[in-house]
Structure formats: structure tokens, C-alpha cells
């Protein structure tokens, strides 16, 4: 008991210490829980062997996409030829830029994408990433 | 007038003074991203308006033979080199931006079956091993490695694509044999216009498309050749897969686009390379600083050129102080950052402690040949507490310096406006 009482006296000077401006301290043991910050350390690999130069598989993260409708399609469609982090990656965009862009992946890269699903795909689009819509 | 005359002025001038650097900052003025407080994640996009930040908002990512990088997508690979690596003029292998097209990018390549393949209307057609490219005469150049899209985030309206900040950019020693070189060996045929590159890496498209290979094309007469590299070292090391093993394009002067990884043919053409990669895309306004309106497109008035046509236009960044500390008043504080010229030497770099108003001549760092990055120091000792806006402008051999305004095109390229920095003195 006579510890407690010591303790909270120190305390107390040292927060009257800390009143009249001596130690300047304003904040401290200020802790946040949660992954923020944290990255995984990957677990190394031989690097090759042989004549050959290797590294490992490249991660691949799936990104969050807004639901509703067309959102199977956009995974199905666009998923071909590169990842959805490619729509999330955008700022929000106007509803004629998305349709611009899924045009240009028919007509110029080539997409095969029945005229529907390229109808849906632009529509949801267009509901989920644009200024007005995107969250 | 240069800044310490100007914090020397009186105490109301120089309060209109830190009102006009609130000013600058409705007009995208660049924040820290090592912040002081770590409870709250960045956004995950940005916009409409301009990205405020120095390096792009995305998560940081741990990548093959990579230091945490910020990544902008995963198929392709797409990752920023963060901030704090531009302090030195050589950006370390680990920590070098990557930027892939197309996603079915090499593991694992056998040297000892891949060869170089010199094809098309040349008079001797090759293909070199490995061994043979180390046995040729060598060189080396420093030179800056920047995507055409770097800073795309800062364009007012957005525009899509990747959504970059300032670290789609490095700097390195690159090693290998000049494609002179290489061309005097395999001796194009009359006839032959431009010189094509290929390299290793495919995507999941039709064959024919931009979606299934990524190939580029340099004119046979562009004195850019000259100084061409096919470079197997990159800071005296084997290049790192995501940046190109065994054998990388170095284009000095020019955006990366040109600069092929993995390369593995170099044709001879008898025509004009029409392939996507060269007639449709990294396509940049014919007008002298690749400028032009939202306006302008939508009425189909604007010409365009291949980006090839353009040097990279003169840039420069403060990379400390970044605003994640606050200055203490009467502390001298040293600004440093990198400048650097696709048209040559960097000559003068200048930094404003008050938002541009007046400039103080910043010492240069050493200078490892004109298409490298220049390091720059600037001292300054703030005399009072308060919000400050510092600037930085860079000025090259040709006389040709950063606007004050950004430049907009449907690409998002050739960004060069004069970068700035906002810190807090207290005391």
C-alpha cells in the first residue's frame, strides 16, 4: 500500500513538474492497435540453379470491387488480360471515359466481349466508378 | 530577390506572403507521405481532383528482389519507387519503379538457351549467347529511366491510366554494348527505315493486338541511336528480373516506353512500324510542349506524334524535408532533392521557401553526365514559426526550365510543372 502511495506521490510531482513547463512533455505512451503499416516478409528463395535465373511467383492481390450488377462480368470479362486493380486504381472517372475504355479494349486490344456483357460491364462502370457514384 | 531577404521582411509582408502559399495550395500542392501519425490508411484513390500527394496513394507491396514498393496493379506489375529513394543520384536496384504492358512476364529465363536475335533486312543476322554480348567492347552511361505517365495523378481533369505519382522514375549506371555496335555487326540493309525491339514478355490478347506483344520502334537516322545501349548491368549488377534481365533497352534522353526489358529481337524494318504500341498508343499532342485541351480532342482538332519526338522535359523534386516533421525556427534545414534533363546537363536548380515568390540558388551534387540525375542542396534557416511553401525549379544546358502550369493531354504525359512542398516551423 505504502508503494501505491509513492508511486502516485511521484506521479504526482511529476505531473506538477510537467504543469509548470519544465519537461515540455504534452503526449506520450500513445499507442494504436491494428495491421496498419505491416507488410509481410517473404520467406527467401534459391534464387536459380543451373544456367537459369529465376525468382519466385509474382503476388497477386484481388481488389474490392463495389457490388452489383455486372460485377461477375467484370471479373470474368476483364480479368483476361489484366487484374481489376487496373479499375480500382482509377480516379473517379466520367460515365463516356468508361465507356471509351471498354470500347477501346474491344476494338483495339482486342477483348472478346459479346455486345451484352460489354453493355453491363459499362454500366456498372459507370454506377460504381464515376465522379457522382464512386465510394 | 532571394528568401532569406524575404524572411527578413516585415512581419504583415510576410504574412500576405503565407497567404499566397495557401494559395498554392487549392493548386495542387504536394504533401507528405511519411506521415507523423500512423492510425489512419490513406485514401485508396484520389480524385477528381489532382492526387495531393508525393508518390501515388497504393498499398506498399513486397515484389521479387524488391524493397516494399507502392503498388498500382499486380497483372501487369505495376509498382512506385517511394520518395524517400531520391535522395541519391543512383536509385538502388531493389527499390527501382516497375511498369509492365502486358502480364505474362518471365520467372525464370536459361541463359544458356537464350540468345539475342539481330533479324530482319540486315546483310548478317545473329544470335548472340550471353557469353558473346560480355565479350564485346562495353560502356556505360548514367541516365534517367522515367515513365512517359509519371505524375499522371497531378493532370486536372484526371485522365485514366496509371495513376502515378512522382516515383515512376530512377536513376542508374547502365552497362552493355551500344546498339551501333550491335548494328555494325549485323549491317541493316539499304532499304531498312527503323529498328525494331522485342523482348520476352506476352500478354493474354489476339495475336496482332497491343494486348498480345509489346514492340517498339526507333528510326534508323534518329541520332538517338548513338547513344543507345543494350544494357546486361544496372548499377554494376545483373539487372533485376522486373527491371529487364538479361538485357534492357537504354534510350537515354527518351521516355521509358522505349527502353524494352527482357530484349531478345532486334529487327531491321523496310516500313514504318504501324503496331499499336507505335501508330496508337504513347501518341503526345504535336504542339511544343505536348499541351493541349479536353476541348480541343473532343472536336478531333489535335495532330499527334509519337512520344519519341519529345526529350524528357526538365524536372526537379524535394525529396527532404517531405512534411512528415516539423522545421524548428533558427534551425538550419537543408532541402535536397534531384533534378535532371532529357535534353542535357542540368545547370541550376533554384528553391523558394515562399512558395515561388523569390528563389535561392541551390549547390549541385556531382554530375554523372547529362541524362542523369543531378542532386541539389538547398540551406535554409527559417527565422519564424509558421506554414511554409517551398518550390523547386530546375533549369538545363539548353535553357530550357519548369513551368508554374501543368500541361494536359488524353495521355497523361510529359508532366514537368514546378513541384512544391509544404512545411510547418514551429518554435
Not at chain 2, 489476339?206 to 509489346?214: A, I, L, V
Not at chain 2, 482538332?301 to 512534411?323: C, E, N
Not at chain 2, 511554409?388 to 519548369?402: C, F, P, S
Amino acid at each position: 500500500m505504502r508503494k501505491v502511495y509513492l508511486a502516485l506521490a511521484l506521479f504526482g510531482l511529476v505531473a506538477l513538474a510537467q504543469s509548470e513547463g519544465d519537461g515540455g512533455l504534452v503526449e506520450a505512451g500513445n499507442y494504436t492497435p491494428g495491421p496498419l503499416g505491416q507488410i509481410t516478409q517473404p520467406l527467401p528463395t534459391p534464387a536459380g540453379e543451373g544456367s537459369v535465373y529465376r525468382v519466385g511467383a509474382y503476388p497477386l492481390y484481388t481488389p474490392e470491387l463495389a457490388d452489383g450488377p455486372g460485377k461477375e462480368l467484370v471479373q470474368g470479362y476483364c480479368q483476361v488480360c489484366h487484374s481489376t486493380t487496373y479499375i480500382t486504381m482509377q480516379p473517379p472517372l466520367p460515365a463516356a471515359t468508361w465507356q471509351a475504355e471498354v470500347t477501346k479494349m474491344i476494338n483495339t486490344y482486342g477483348a472478346q466481349i459479346p455486345e451484352d456483357a460489354a453493355k453491363a460491364i459499362t454500366a456498372y462502370l459507370q454506377a460504381h466508378y464515376t465522379p457522382e457514384t464512386r465510394k | 530577390m532571394d528568401t532569406s531577404q524575404a524572411l527578413s521582411m516585415p512581419i504583415l509582408k510576410r504574412r500576405s506572403l503565407l497567404m499566397a502559399g495557401l494559395g498554392a495550395l487549392a493548386g495542387g500542392l504536394v504533401r507528405a507521405q511519411t506521415s507523423p501519425q500512423a492510425e489512419e490508411a490513406l485514401p485508396s484513390f484520389t480524385g477528381p481532383g489532382p492526387n495531393p500527394y508525393w508518390n501515388g496513394v497504393n498499398p506498399y507491396v513486397v515484389y521479387p528482389q524488391k524493397l516494399p514498393l507502392l503498388r498500382l496493379t499486380d497483372r501487369g506489375v505495376q509498382l512506385e519507387t517511394p520518395r524517400a529513394y531520391f535522395l541519391t543520384a543512383l536509385t538502388p536496384n531493389p527499390a527501382f519503379y516497375v511498369r509492365y504492358h502486358l502480364d505474362i512476364l518471365p520467372n525464370a529465363i536459361d541463359l544458356a538457351k537464350w540468345r539475342l536475335n539481330l533479324e530482319g533486312n540486315f546483310e548478317r543476322p545473329q544470335r548472340l549467347s550471353f557469353d558473346d554480348l560480355l565479350k564485346l567492347e562495353s560502356r556505360s552511361i548514367v541516365a534517367v529511366n522515367q515513365c512517359s505517365g509519371n505524375s499522371r495523378s497531378r493532370f486536372q481533369p484526371r485522365v485514366p491510366g496509371g495513376q502515378w505519382g512522382n516515383g515512376a522514375m530512377g536513376c542508374a549506371k547502365w552497362t552493355g554494348i551500344p546498339l551501333k555496335a550491335l548494328l555494325e555487326i549485323a549491317k541493316p540493309k539499304p532499304g531498312t527505315v527503323q529498328i525494331q525491339f522485342e523482348g520476352l514478355d506476352r500478354g493474354h490478347g489476339p495475336e496482332g493486338k497491343g494486348s498480345s506483344r509489346f514492340l517498339k520502334s526507333l528510326d534508323l537516322n534518329d541520332p538517338v541511336l548513338e547513344e543507345c545501349l543494350l544494357a546486361y548491368a544496372m548499377n554494376d549488377e545483373p539487372l533485376p528480373m522486373l527491371n529487364g534481365f538479361p538485357l534492357r533497352l537504354v534510350v537515354p534522353g527518351k521516355f521509358a516506353t522505349y527502353w524494352l526489358k527482357h530484349v531478345t529481337w532486334i529487327r531491321a524494318l523496310t516500313e514504318e512500324d504501324k503496331n499499336f504500341w507505335m501508330a496508337s498508343a504513347y501518341r503526345v499532342p504535336d504542339t511544343p510542349n505536348g499541351s493541349t485541351t479536353p476541348e480541343d480532342v473532343a472536336a478531333g482538332k489535335v495532330k499527334t506524334v509519337p512520344i519519341g519526338h519529345f526529350q524528357m522535359p526538365v524536372r526537379s523534386f524535394i525529396v527532404d524535408p517531405d512534411g512528415s516533421a516539423p522545421l524548428v525556427k533558427g534551425m538550419k534545414t537543408a532541402v535536397r532533392g534531384v533534378a535532371f534533363s532529357g535534353s542535357g546537363r542540368v545547370v541550376k536548380v533554384e528553391v523558394s521557401a515562399d512558395g515561388g515568390r523569390s528563389w535561392g540558388v541551390a549547390a549541385l551534387g556531382e554530375y554523372l553526365g547529362p541524362y542523369a540525375f543531378r542532386t541539389f542542396t538547398y540551406f535554409w534557416t527559417p527565422k519564424a514559426p509558421g506554414r511554409y511553401t517551398l518550390a523547386v525549379r530546375a533549369t538545363d544546358e539548353k535553357g530550357n526550365t519548369q513551368p508554374d502550369q501543368g500541361v494536359w493531354n488524353p495521355g497523361g504525359y510529359l508532366w514537368n510543372k514546378i513541384e512544391r512542398q509544404e512545411v510547418t516551423v514551429i518554435g
